[in-house]
Structure formats: structure tokens, C-alpha cells
């Protein structure tokens, strides 16, 4: 995987993410399959999606070898000004209230590392107050330090500092936790170069019976997701989450995977992060034009009609921003 080509397998490994966020916010999990109610998927799907876009936003905040100047304005650009967009739509749309401090903590992203005790951080948009702190903290030291062994250093020292910060202050949402060693580790993947041989079809074996463990282990903590942070379950999910991705990548690189519907591919990956900060509001609309009145009548009108035409509408949105902003000079 070239540093300077596009690669392949993230936007197969992003378009399954994104599809799968759509089935994750439908009411698929109020249904059944075969007598077989979905409910305990819940957790899977969740870690999954949420875990492939933090590897992924990791592994590209050091493959691009962008100065720090550039890094930065690339991530106000590409990141952080569509999620204002994506708040401000939150607020007008569904409704979120905010006091005036919250809202200036979410203006600056720190709502994940100031909750839970002075914010709240809102669905779906919290992934966006997580990851900012990791480019800022991780994103910033790998620019800086140049030799692994101390960027694995640095990233355990700061990994402890938010420890203390949590212990002491009372602040610093779990989920930073769950995500962080997963976006490290993407980090590491980039700037090691070791991604390519990670997945190799040779080691297709070793990583599904760690990907095994890590369903294992995931469903040993499932009564403890999102309620008690514990090692265990920081642990179960970076297991999880690394070999659901590294098996993903993997048959992505298969040449029957790789040719398969690829403007289809490219376009949802292309919309994959819209898609991702609006289907909420997009949805809302949608449904004040006609809301179904069964379960499974929510669950098909939104996988049917919602998902393809938040992805319509991000594309079209996405190609627009990128065409005002190609000019930009932040």
C-alpha cells in the first residue's frame, strides 16, 4: 500500500462502516431473524463501525507526511468544519438543547474530554469530540517524534496523563478509552509501514482465531459496555476491533473484492464522513413526510429509502464543500 496512492481497502473497509451505521441506527435490533431476536448484535456492530473510522482517521493522520501546518488546516477543513455544520443541524433539526457553555465546548470538540462532568456529549456527533483530542495529542507527536519505540512511549505517557485527569478531575469520557489503543495503533500501522504484511492472505488463519477471541472476550464484558470502564473490556474491544479490521483489509485485497462495483465503492467511502455527522437530521426530515407504522416498516423504509439517500445527499453535499473549499487558505 503506497503512502501516495489511494488505497483500496479503506474505501471498501469505510462504505461496509457506514452501511453498517445505517443498520446500527435503524430499529433492527427491535427485530428477529429466523426466531432469533437481533438485540445481541448491538454491541458488535456498534464497536465495529465506530472502531474502523478511529483506525482508519489514525492511520491517515500520519500517511499523508504532511507538515504540522498542514495536518492541522487539512483536519479544520476536512473534519471540523462539517461537524459545526453537523451540530448547528443538530440544534435546528432534532431539536438538542445546549446551555451556552455546552455549546462552546462542543464548538471546541472537548466534549468527550470534559464529560461527563461538565458536558454531555450528544449521539453519533460524539465521535468527533473524540477524535480531535487524538489528533491533537497523537496526531501532533508522531510529527515530532520520529523513532516508534519513543512515539510508543509518548503515546502511553499520555495515555496515563488522561488517566490521572479522569481520576482526579473526574473528567474524560470512557469512550476515549475504548478507541484510543485502536487508534494508536493505526497510527503506529502508517507509520511502521507494517500494514501491507498484517493483511496477508498467509496470516488469514492467526487473525480469525483472534478475531474469535475477541468476540469471546467482548461478550464476556457486553453486561459491562458503555456502564463500568474496566482493563478487560478496554482490552476485549481493541482485540476485536484490530482483528474485525485486519480480516476486512484482508479480503479487501482479494482481486475479486477489489473490482467489485468500484465507483459504487469510491462514491460511498467519498460520503462515508457526511453520511456519518447528518443521516440523523436527514432521517428527521424524512420522516415528517411519511413515517411507517410497524417495526419492520421502519426498518425497510430506512435501509430502502433513508440510507440511500443520505448517501445521495452527502455526496452531493461532500463534492460541493470540497469544490468551495479547494481554494481555501487556512
Given at each position: 500500500m503506497s503512502r501516495r496512492e489511494r488505497i483500496v481497502e479503506f474505501d471498501i473497509l469505510r462504505s461496509m462502516s457506514i452501511l453498517l451505521l445505517f443498520f446500527h441506527h435503524s430499529n433492527a435490533y427491535e427485530l428477529g431473524l429466523l426466531g432469533h431476536p437481533l438485540a445481541p448484535l448491538r454491541p458488535f456492530v456498534g464497536t465495529f463501525v465506530l472502531g474502523a473510522f478511529v483506525f482508519v482517521a489514525g492511520y491517515l493522520s500520519i500517511r499523508a507526511q504532511e507538515d504540522l501546518r498542514g495536518f492541522l488546516r487539512s483536519r479544520i477543513s476536512r473534519v471540523y468544519l462539517?461537524?459545526?455544520?453537523?451540530?448547528?443541524?443538530?440544534?435546528a433539526i432534532l431539536g438538542v438543547r445546549l446551555s451556552a457553555r455546552e455549546l462552546v465546548i462542543h464548538l471546541l470538540g472537548l466534549q468527550m474530554v470534559l464529560a461527563p462532568r461538565l458536558s454531555h456529549p450528544?449521539?453519533?456527533?460524539?465521535?468527533?469530540?473524540?477524535?480531535?483530542?487524538?489528533?491533537?495529542?497523537?496526531?501532533?507527536?508522531?510529527?515530532?517524534?520520529k523513532h516508534v519505540l519513543y512515539l510508543v512511549?509518548?503515546?502511553?505517557?499520555?495515555?496515563?496523563?488522561?488517566?490521572?485527569?479522569?481520576?482526579?478531575?473526574?473528567?474524560?469520557?470512557?469512550?476515549?478509552?475504548?478507541?484510543?489503543?485502536?487508534?494508536?495503533?493505526?497510527?503506529?500501522?502508517?507509520?511502521?509501514?507494517?500494514?501491507?504484511?498484517?493483511?496477508?492472505?498467509r496470516w488469514f488463519p492467526i487473525k480469525a482465531a483472534v478475531w474469535v477471541l475477541g468476540i469471546g472476550l467482548l461478550t464476556m464484558y457486553s453486561d459491562h459496555y458503555r456502564t463500568i470502564l474496566s482493563p478487560g473490556l478496554v482490552l476485549s474491544i481493541a482485540v476485536f476491533v484490530l482483528a474485525s479490521i485486519l480480516l476486512v483489509l484482508s479480503v479487501a485485497r482479494l482481486p475479486t473484492i477489489r473490482n467489485l462495483c468500484p465507483g459504487l465503492r469510491r462514491s460511498i467511502s467519498y460520503a462515508a464522513y457526511v453520511s456519518y455527522l447528518l443521516h440523523r437530521p436527514i432521517w428527521r426530515i424524512v420522516y415528517l413526510v411519511y413515517t411507517p407504522r410497524t417495526p419492520t416498516g421502519t426498518f425497510l423504509f430506512t435501509l430502502t429509502?433513508?440510507?440511500?439517500?443520505?448517501?445521495?445527499?452527502?455526496?452531493?453535499?461532500?463534492k460541493g464543500y470540497d469544490l468551495l473549499t479547494s481554494n481555501w487558505r487556512i
Open positions: 462539517p461537524y459545526v455544520v453537523a451540530l448547528l443541524s443538530f440544534i450528544i449521539d453519533t456527533l460524539w465521535f468527533v469530540g473524540m477524535i480531535l483530542p487524538f489528533y491533537v495529542l497523537f496526531g501532533i507527536a508522531a510529527r515530532y517524534v512511549l509518548c503515546l502511553v505517557l499520555c495515555t496515563a496523563a488522561l488517566v490521572l485527569v479522569r481520576t482526579r478531575l473526574g473528567l474524560v469520557e470512557d469512550r476515549i478509552f475504548y478507541y484510543l489503543g485502536v487508534y494508536a495503533v493505526g497510527l503506529i500501522l502508517a507509520k511502521t509501514g507494517r500494514l501491507q504484511a498484517l493483511t496477508s492472505p429509502i433513508g440510507a440511500p439517500l443520505v448517501l445521495f445527499v452527502s455526496y452531493a453535499l461532500q
